[in-house]
Each structure stands twice: as structure tokens, then as C-alpha cells.
């Protein structure tokens, strides 16, 4: 069975949504974050410390949009990936990692400077939000053309992509989101593998707080 390690809403939410969206039996080992420093005994699993890992018999990942890009090609065909010979194929693969490279790289900033070391580097974290932020409009003019980011349906760039959108949302930068994200991120939260996953991690918290 596949097993990931997770801390709530972190970047190993991609692969939990997705694992949730393909409907594949896993199981989910809950952690406190950064489990680096509140567990260490997972450095035996991840000597990287980071979050997420997920072991498939003798697979062991730890970059979040890699995991999501190894499930939907490994356990295919479905819809969440697109074949090589579509047309789509870059626009898929470069959206799939846009996600975390471009979107998400720039939040882990405000992130460290507004919530875990405040008021030590503000300047950064008021830079880096800019920064998230003009990169954004190129989902933007993605959207103009649908619904989705690409191949004209939902698929595993939208769970890349939809993680930042989510960090955004713990982080308010969704305040300044224009009108087509804000419908987006709308349609993406409320998909029922997103809230599967939402309830997933929330129960599995619930059990490790009472064993």
C-alpha cells in the first residue's frame, strides 16, 4: 500500500488530493510541523527532514509535484494526466511544476517572515507576496481561455497549482486574488477528492491526538 507522510495543508497535500482524486488505498502517517524538529524519528524515514515522503513498495519521493506527476502516470490512464503525444503534454508538465518552482517557492517566504519569525524580515515578506502575486497573472490569462489550466479538463496541474492557491488562502494573500482565480480556487476547493482529502488529514489528526 502507499504510504505518505503528512503534515495539515502542507506541500504534502498535492499528493493526498491526489490520492484521494485517483481513489487509490493509501495510508496516511500524520506529523507535527516542521517535523524536522518535533519528530525526529521521521529523519529515519527522510533523512531530508521535509515534508512530504511517500514509499510505493520500493519508490521513495519527496518532491510534492513529483509524487502527483509519479501517481498519475503510474496508475493510468485517467484523466488527471495527459499522454505524451497530446498537444497539451508541455503546457501539462510545465503547469505541474509552475505550481510549486514559481507559485509556491515565494510563499514559503512570506510564510517564514509572517508567521514564524515575525517582524525579523518584513521587507522580504512583503517582497516576495508581490512577488507570488504578479506571477499569478499568468493563471490568469490560462483562464481566459477555460476553466482549467489545461487539456480542457481538470487534471494534475490543477492539484499543483490549486495547493499554492491554498497556501495563498492561509497566508490572505487571497484578499488581492482577481476575479477569475477567485472563481477557480471556488471550483478547485470544492471538488469532492479536495474535501476527501480535507477530512482525511483532519481524522487522521483526531486519532493520533487520542492514541
Not at 519521493?61 to 501517481?71: D, F, N, P
Not at 497530446?86 to 509572517?114: C, I, K, M, S
Not at 472563481?183 to 482525511?200: C, D, G, N, S
Request: aromatic share 12%; hydrophobic share 45%; net charge neutral.
Amino acid at each position: 500500500m502507499i504510504e505518505l507522510w503528512h503534515c495539515p495543508d502542507a506541500r504534502s497535500f498535492r499528493p493526498l488530493w491526489a490520492l484521494e482524486e485517483l481513489g487509490l488505498p493509501y495510508e496516511l502517517h500524520l506529523l507535527p510541523f516542521p517535523p524536522r524538529v518535533r519528530e525526529p524519528a521521521y529523519l529515519q524515514i527522510n533523512p531530508l527532514g521535509t515534508i512530504p515522503a511517500m514509499k510505493d513498495g520500493p519508490t521513495f519521493m519527496t518532491e510534492s509535484a513529483g509524487i502527483v506527476q509519479y501517481l498519475v502516470t503510474r496508475y493510468g490512464p485517467n484523466d488527471l494526466a495527459v499522454p505524451v503525444d497530446d498537444p497539451a503534454y508541455g503546457a501539462w508538465v510545465n503547469w505541474l511544476h509552475f505550481g510549486e518552482a514559481t507559485l509556491t517557492f515565494p510563499q514559503t517566504l512570506v510564510l517564514r517572515y509572517r508567521q514564524f519569525e515575525p517582524g525579523k524580515a518584513e521587507v522580504v515578506a512583503d517582497d516576495y507576496a508581490k512577488w507570488f502575486l504578479s506571477r499569478l497573472r499568468h493563471v490568469d490569462r490560462a483562464l481566459a481561455q477555460g476553466d482549467w489550466l489545461c487539456a480542457g479538463r481538470f487534471t494534475a496541474a490543477d492539484i499543483s497549482v490549486g495547493y499554492a492557491l491554498l497556501l495563498a488562502h492561509q497566508l490572505k494573500l487571497d484578499e488581492t486574488f482577481s476575479p477569475a482565480i477567485k472563481a477557480y480556487w471556488q471550483r478547485l476547493k470544492v471538488r469532492p477528492a479536495f474535501v476527501a482529502a480535507k477530512v482525511a488529514q483532519k481524522m487522521d489528526l483526531a486519532e493520533a491526538l487520542s492514541s
